[in-house]
């Protein structure tokens, strides 16, 4: 029946050999070019070739080495050496390295060298060498070919100048931060009788300006503020927002030196200034010093925005933070809690601020950051402390972290000190 397959004896072969397709012959002058001679295609290669003798005597050449150099045949072939051809360091490099290391491996490949051209001029090449041996296995010649490097030469000196003047960039844009960051503190702290006074700035990178900022200033003739704070962010928008934040205070304290007015005025100027167009925020951590004429030492009081709270180091030995909780960010909110605190100061007494750069540093050996307990712990093994002991202590924890500081750190400390035997009734 039509349609159906056909089997048996009568079903016919399947084909075997199909018959192979005809190709098209390449064009006329495409097959010209296949037909170059290997000598035509040995002196116009895109890359220099050479033979020496084992001596390094030139025994043949292409000539498109020839081209590159501006030589004839017959200056090179039987008078000259391939370490002829090298400029004063390339000569001293091949005596000591290349010709050793050839005769050692029998190859060697992808060495930079400078040819020395016939006008004076100098060439950049990679060179391959490789001994050829005879029918009885000894080496019989040098094969060598060159390649020009003069645009890789170009890209590397380009790349080169490229990366010199990135580091030159660096290095004054690291000098203005230096200087920018100096600004933002104080030339020095004031001297308040009766207390020893110690700070610390730690940078954690050079490239960018940190946020961090401390101050102590007189507020009258009994009466001393301090403040030790951290801005959001780094580089010219926190510099800017820490420079305000500075100013602010002072001014603050001068109208009002209650710690949680300064701090609420200065949460006015923050939300006014940069809540719309670019929202900036900071912790803060302000005191009131004034002498505690009954019982000796100072009394402070402290009002924290958000900031960690500060160590106190008991002149017996002790170590606690002190109580500033529910403390909010200042800048956030328009009327931001503000945690307040009052303590008593005795001789031997000190008492630490500092910013979370130091708790959130990154230990050397787990990778977790260092955290109040440690740093609660660091603080009891050290008590009783001078101010100067505390924050020299600081910084050698600070040194110690190393790379694991990734912000910056601020440390003030303030220290009653005992009185000396002459001083005692």
Known sequence: MPGLPVHGADAPEPERNPPERSEVPPPEPFTALLEDSAEELYEQAPCGYLSTLLDGRIVKVNGRLLEWLGYDRDELVG???????????????????????????????????????????????LVTSAV????????????????????RRAYETELL??????????????????????????????????????AHYHVASAD?????????????SDRW???????????????????????????????????AAV????????????????????????????????????????????HPPALL?????????????????IGVLPDPQIATTTVHLAPGDTLLLYTDGLTEAHTALAGDRYGDEA??????????????????????????????????TAVLAVHVPRPTSEEQP
Not at 208 to 220: K, S
């Open 263 to 306: 701090l609420g005025n200065l949460n006015t100027v923050l939300t006014h200034e940069y809540h719309h167009h670019d929202p900036r925020f900071c912790t803060v951590i302000f005191g009131l010093l004034t002498p505690d004429g009954d019982r000796g030492g100072f009394r402070i009081t402290l009002a924290g925005g958000g």
């Open 313 to 329: 180091l008991r002149a017996d030995g002790s170590a606690a933070y002190l109580p500033t909780p529910g403390g909010q960010l």
């Open 132 to 151: 050829k041996t005879g029918s009885d296995g000894r080496p019989m010649l040098i094969r060598t070919t060159v390649f020009d490097a003069r645009e």
């Open 225 to 259: 503020g301090m403040f030790l704070g951290d801005v959001c962010g780094k580089g010219a928008g926190a510099a800017a927002v820490t420079s305000l934040t500075r100013y602010t205070l002072r001014a603050a304290a001068v109208y009002d030196p209650d710690p």
């Open 161 to 198: 100048r490229a990366r010199q003047e990135a580091d030159r960039e660096r290095e004054r844009l690291g000098r203005l931060n230096v200087i920018l960051q100096q600004t933002l503190l104080p030339p020095a702290l004031a001297n308040v009788p009766g207390l020893d006074v110690a």
């Open 375 to 408: 740093l609660l712990g660091f603080a009891a093994a050290l008590a009783p402390a001078t101010a100067d002991e505390a924050v020299g202590a600081i910084r050698g924890l600070l040194d110690v972290f190393g790379a694991g500081v990734d912000d910056d």
């Open 208 to 220: 960018e300006v940190g946020g961090d900022f401390y101050d102590l200033f007189p507020l009258a």
């Open 79 to 125: 008078r000259r050496s391939f370490s002829d051809l090298l400029t004063v360091g390339g000569r001293i490099y091949h005596e000591t390295h290349f010709a050793p290391l050839l005769a050692m491996q029998g190859e060697i490949s992808g060495i930079a060298l400078e040819l020395k051209a016939a006008d004076g001029s100098r060439m950049p090449v």
